[in-house]
């Protein structure tokens, strides 16, 4: 499994922004789909982001589309999550997550089997 540390959460105000980062220890990260995912109080834990492990294909869901951006820096070992324009119902633990070594899904929660410990992030209104 790749272990996971995420980073960069906290307390914003609404229609604010705030960028997570999620560092892998693996020495072929480049070759492992990654997603971002989130869990509010009382809440499933749902997929908000995953991106490819070739980086060419990126999915969103559909509550953060035009807000949300995942990106990954292959060289560092470590995916971002672009927040922007944040909403009172974003707020959740988000957790960062790796899936199955060259594995072709990465818009689809089962195809995840790493994650990290999560990061809060509060939008207040």
């Known amino acids: 499994q790749v272990q996971l540390v995420e980073s960069g959460g906290g307390l914003v105000q609404a229609g604010g922004s705030l960028r997570l980062s999620c560092a892998a220890s693996v020495r072929t990260f480049s070759s492992y789909p990654m997603g971002w995912f989130r869990q509010a109080p009382g809440k499933e834990r749902e997929i908000v982001a995953g991106?490819?492990?070739?980086?060419?294909?990126?999915y969103y869901l559909d509550s953060v589309k035009g807000r949300f951006t995942i990106s990954r820096d292959n060289a560092k070992n470590t995916v971002y999550l672009q927040m922007n324009s944040l909403k009172p119902e974003d707020t959740a633990v988000y957790y960062c997550a790796a899936g199955r070594q060259f594995g072709s899904v990465y818009y689809s929660a089962p195809a995840y089997d790493s994650w990290g410990q999560g990061t809060q992030v509060t939008v207040s209104s």
């Open positions: 991106i490819s492990w070739s980086g060419v294909g990126t």
